[in-house]
């Protein structure tokens, strides 16, 4: 399966709750209408308990959750109290109609309350503040610290109207009369002190107990922050969005740590090579739209080469006992040895046709680049991708033919902007959308569409792999082979040697997963992305090199089921 288990878990939530769940850039969060999650690799058995639980907090908040409520809020520290204790409200909601979702998000606010105790001392006190009002609207004894005992007792009374709240608007209400005790507290808080006898440092003894390093006066400041703008909270994991958020990070970093230790040469090549976002890729299907007239130019420049092609595989095919042709019929393909029965009067069914089910039947994807260095050889890729299109056509072989580029896209460029230097480096499309086109569909005959090819833009040949081998994989099978006819090298903005790397993985990946992958060098060799790999530099080479050496791939005697009805 080419479906990694976050975009699994994705579909399935997507689906279930009529909601859109996207896997692009570095955020991890939800506005009540998309959920997003960072558009990382397949996490190990603990991320991904992490993340499914997410998914479940999410979806609560998409269902009980009103946003507009958090348009009314400035302050950054009762927007981050109004969240903390939402959330409380919101997962109680959630465990009651889906009790499965109760286990997922028990399990992650304790790894969260796990994280937040071992670093309690070096958290500021208003985020110290906002987990122990979360712990007594849920029941739960606070950690013990003096430093905010006085702020805590200010609030307890408001405690019960928390949890008689029934909407996120009543919530907002009451946090607010919250914060306006906890400004007013720590002001006469202040200014005792203020009044207190000057008391000499000792800077060799200990700290207060119960007291962090950091004096409280130097967070007051966090309590004027904004929304939208810059703010200690930033740096904290203060509710479950911003845990998971800052885990994903780790995860990247740890991953990255991990490839470097290896000691290869390039270890950059091996890191997980990530499209920033999908939300802006095309997809075109151009099937039965292109030029027929063209087309039967093309058809007829390449016909001796299809006649060519057409003739090795049958004969590889009868070589291994014709598997899947069926004699004796009125329609179909002439048979040589039955033709003599025309000629004596004898009984006219002298034709023969495949009879291979769909499950037994091969199927093939052609896919082509379009990127700009493309240009001078389009003609010769055009004839290729013809000439390959006649033979199958004429096998009887489904295919499907498509086309791939990047194109630049200003909304990826402006989130590329704001996306940290060390992350965007982990990603590739930094400002470009993936270009795809579908040039004929698997189960149509019309391949006019191929007519249609362009050039321009950039090679994402990686995630075009990938892309194709969703399609192929969808396709009933027990075989499945996968063209890429390219000019070489992967390019884009960004780091070309990860690029590289990335489409290298995706070889891999599709070969383990029982897709033959074949290289087409146009005019170029290929073989440092494709294993199985020819070159072609002119229609005349296609008859020669090209289709001993795919012919040898194509029907190598340890494949299963050959290019007939599957074994039984």
Not at 6 to 27: C, P
Not at 305 to 311: I, K, M, Y
Not at 412 to 424: F, G
Not at 516 to 527: A, L, P, S
Request: proline share 6%.
């Amino acid at each position: 399966m080419l479906e990694t288990k976050l975009e699994k878990i994705a579909r399935i939530l997507a689906r279930r709750f009529n909601l859109e769940v996207v896997l692009e850039g570095t955020q991890a969060m939800t506005d009540g209408r998309r959920i997003t999650l960072p558009n990382f690799p397949d996490p190990g058995p603990e991320l991904l308990e992490d993340v499914e639980a997410f998914l479940d907090h999410e979806v609560g908040h998409c269902m009980f959750t009103t946003f507009s409520e958090f348009q009314a809020v400035t302050s950054r520290f009762h927007a981050e109290l109004l969240n903390g204790v939402e959330d409380v409200r919101m997962e109680r909601l959630m465990g009651a109609q889906y009790p499965g979702s109760h286990a997922n998000l028990r399990r992650l606010n304790a790894r969260l309350d796990a994280q937040n105790r071992e670093q309690w001392t070096t958290l500021p006190w208003p985020v110290r503040l906002i987990f122990s009002v979360m712990d007594l609207m849920e029941g739960v004894a606070p950690h013990p610290d003096p430093e905010i005992a006085r702020q805590l007792a200010a609030v307890q009374a408001e405690v019960a109207a928390l949890n008689q709240a029934g909407s996120t608007g009543e919530l907002r209400r009451v946090t607010e009369r919250m914060v306006a005790l906890i400004k007013a507290d720590r002001e006469a808080e202040q200014q005792e002190a203020d009044r207190q006898p000057h008391q000499p440092e000792n800077p060799s003894g200990p700290p207060a107990p119960g007291n962090p390093a950091q004096p409280k006066a130097a967070a007051d400041g966090m309590l004027l922050d904004r929304v939208g703008t810059p703010s200690r909270f930033d740096r904290f994991a203060v509710d479950v969005e911003s845990h998971m958020q800052h885990r994903l990070v780790r995860e990247m970093a740890a991953e990255g740590r991990r490839q470097r230790s290896l000691g290869q040469t390039g270890a950059a090549v091996n890191l997980p090579h990530l499209p920033l976002a999908t939300a802006f890729d095309t997809v075109t299907d151009l099937t039965g739209k292109g030029d027929r007239a063209a087309l039967g130019v093309l058809r007829q420049q390449v016909r001796p080469v299809v006649g060519a092609l057409v003739r090795t595989l049958e004969l590889k095919l009868k070589a291994a006992g014709e598997p899947g042709w069926q004699t004796g019929q009125s329609w179909g393909t002439p048979h040589p040895r039955q033709l003599q029965q025309v000629a004596t009067g004898g009984d006219g069914r002298v034709f023969r046709h495949r009879q291979a089910t769909a499950e037994g039947r091969p199927v093939l994807l052609l896919l082509v680049d379009q990127s700009g260095s493309m240009r001078d050889k389009l003609p010769v890729t055009k004839q290729a991708v013809a000439a390959f299109a006649d033979a199958l056509n004429r096998l009887g072989i489904d295919f499907e033919i498509d086309g791939f580029a990047s194109q630049v896209c200003p909304e990826l460029k402006a989130m590329a902007e704001r996306t940290s230097p060390d992350l965007l480096a982990r990603y590739n499309r930094t400002e470009e959308r993936l270009d795809l086109t579908i040039l004929k569909r698997f189960g149509e005959n019309q391949s006019c569409g191929m007519t249609r090819l362009k050039s321009g833009g950039n090679t994402p040949t990686g995630e075009a792999l990938a892309w194709a081998g969703k399609r192929l994989e969808g396709v009933p099978a027990t075989r499945r082979v996968l063209f890429v006819f390219t000019d070489g090298q992967p390019f884009g903005k960004g780091n070309h040697d990860i690029q590289a790397g990335h489409a290298r993985r995706e070889v891999t990946r599709l070969e383990n997963s029982g897709v033959e992958v074949v290289g087409i060098g146009i005019r170029t060799n290929v073989g440092h992305l494709f294993p199985k790999s020819v070159q072609v530099s002119d229609l005349n080479t296609l008859p020669q090199a090209v289709i001993r050496e795919l012919t040898g791939i194509l029907t190598s005697p340890e494949r299963p089921g050959g290019w007939g009805r599957a074994r039984k």
